[in-house]
Structures are given as C-alpha cells and as structure tokens.
C-alpha cells in the first residue's frame, strides 16, 4: 500500500475511533409527565422528543417503573419520539385493589394496549425490559401491526434464559398458600438491592437511592397482594413462551438485543436465544446486570440510536 493510501486508511481508522468516544447528544428540554385514564385506571407515563418522529414505547421491568429508563430517555429524545408509561400498581398510576383490577399480566397488556390506543400510538418500535417482555409480547400479538422493531433488554421468552431463582419460585406457582415466603422473599429488602447490583463487576456505579426507593414502593400498603399476584401469574408466561416465540419466527420484526449478560434472573442465554427465532437480530452481551441500564445507559443508547437509524435508512 502506497504512503498516501496508509495515510488515509490511519486517517479514517483514527476518525473512526474518535467518532466512538464522541459524546452523545442529549436533551432534557422535550421530556414532559402526564396521565390519563386507561381501561378505568389511572395511568402515569413519561413522554419526550419530537412528536413527528418515529415512536419508541418503553415498558418497564419489577419492581420499578418508567423512571428507570430516566437516563436513557434524553440520549434518545434528540431523534425519536418516546412514550414510557408506569403499569398499574408501579411508580405513579394508580395501585387499585385487587378485589377492583385484576393482577394479570393479561389485565396490564390490556391496560397497555388502551393506553397506546389513547395516545393514538399506530405504529411503533417496543423497548422490552422484565415484566415489559410479557406486557409487551401480549400487546404486539394483539395488534401485530403496530410493531416496527424490537428492542429487548433482559426481557426473557425462552426457558433457557431463567434463573435457579426461577425453581423456587415454580413451587409458588404449584401451591401458593404453602410458599407464602417466596412472596417475602421476591418484595425483600436484600431482593430489591440485588436486582440491581448481583453479578455486577461495577457496583459503584449503581445509584443506591434506586433500591431504596423501590423498597419504599413495595412496602405500601396493598402492594404485598398485587405484587403476589403478579408473580403467581407469571406461570402463564412461561407457558406462552412458545406463542411467543412463533410469532416472532412468523413476522420477523427487525430486532435489538441488548442483555446483561451477568443477570442471575434472567441469565444470557435467554439473550442468545433470540437468535434461534430471529437469525437476523442484532444480539449483543454486555458486561452488566438485570438493571443493564444502570452501569451500561450510554453503550445501549448508542446501540439503540445505531439500531434505529438503519432502521430508518431501510425503510
């Protein structure tokens, strides 16, 4: 290779790089808190960004809520339109008893569904975490055609992806009134913190007042009955896991995978399985735990933001 052609090609690699550590864009000024009353509930969400741009919804995992997406939300807003609601019982929407809203996760993906409706949310790309992997698989089943793409962070479908948590919890699912201590030990204050910070090589970077205020959430009165109930339904989406997978090797939506590859709940494989179904996914492991956003927020953004303009370029 000539000098001038080494040059270019040193020239090019270096500006590749720099572009790599570049920092991202980001704004706070678009983000705005509202609710509305969706399938008789109360329902608070988060919404951010250019309302002309393409829509992401973002649904959130236990035992948060929209908030934890509060840092991801203004790497975003500069180019897309997010809506990130809290599901009944979490964060600020209403917490109606269980004897006025049923605790299902058929109940939330309803409750999700009017309140995409509502918002008159046709067409739009889901951001999966934890409990918003059923929420979400049970809305974009019923409307298929609101999917533009997928972006899944530790959102588990596949049996290879649960945890050994998982077979103590099973036995809650065969015979819940001889397994009350599961229940305490799900809403426990060691669980809270450990969903944040087991597994993780980089606990300085988890902010302590998230569990804190995620305790202060689970000790309110009645979220005891609703959070047991939740996980008492879980059961049914283990067994939906081959539906969803189907329908996922059926419409093919361009997919993201963005897992924390040391989550002892939902472990990596669940991530890797996507693969199987989706041989075109995008699937990256990354060095973080359950909450991945916690330690991993500007590397899933730039993925995101990478994942979504080829989108957009492809369309």
């Not at 203004?74 to 979490?90: N, T």
């Not at 569904?113 to 046709?122: A, H, S, V």
Request: aromatic share 10%.
């Amino acid at each position: 290779m000539k000098t001038g052609a080494l040059l270019a090609a040193a020239a090019a690699l270096m500006a590749g790089h720099a572009a790599e550590a570049a920092p991202l864009q980001s704004t706070t000024a678009t983000t705005t808190y509202h609710r509305v009353t969706a399938d008789g509930v109360g329902i608070f969400y988060r919404e951010a960004g250019p309302k002309d741009a393409p829509t992401i919804v973002l649904l959130h995992g236990f035992p948060s809520s929209s908030r934890e997406f509060d840092t991801l939300i203004p790497l975003l807003a500069p180019h897309y339109h997010l809506i990130a609601p809290d599901f009944p019982g979490f964060g600020q929407s209403d917490a109606p008893a269980p004897t006025s809203y049923t605790y299902t996760f058929d109940q939330l993906a309803k409750t999700t569904g009017d309140f995409l409706d509502q918002l008159g949310i046709d067409r739009c790309t889901f951001l999966l975490h934890d409990y918003g992997g059923p929420v979400g698989f049970r809305v974009m089943l019923t409307r298929p055609e609101r999917v533009q793409a997928l972006i899944v962070q530790n959102a588990n479908a596949y049996a290879e992806g649960l945890g050994a948590k998982w077979t103590g919890i099973a036995k809650y699912w065969a015979d819940p009134k001889a397994h009350p201590d599961v229940v305490d030990t799900f809403m426990s204050w060691a669980a809270t913190e450990q969903r944040h910070t087991l597994g993780t090589s980089h606990p300085e970077r988890y902010n302590p007042d998230t569990w804190t205020d995620e305790f202060a959430h689970l000790s309110r009165p009645g979220q005891r009955e609703i959070q047991g109930a939740l996980l008492y339904d879980y059961r049914t989406n283990v067994a939906s896991y081959p539906a969803w997978q189907a329908w996922l090797r059926a419409r093919k939506p361009p997919t993201l995978v963005a897992w924390g590859r040391n989550d002892p709940s939902f472990i990596a494989a669940g991530g890797d399985a996507y693969g199987r179904d989706l041989p075109d996914a995008e699937i990256h492991q990354l060095d973080a735990g359950h909450f991945a956003l916690d330690e991993q927020n500007d590397e899933i953004a730039r993925l995101i933001l990478e994942f979504m303009s080829r989108q957009r370029a492809s369309r």
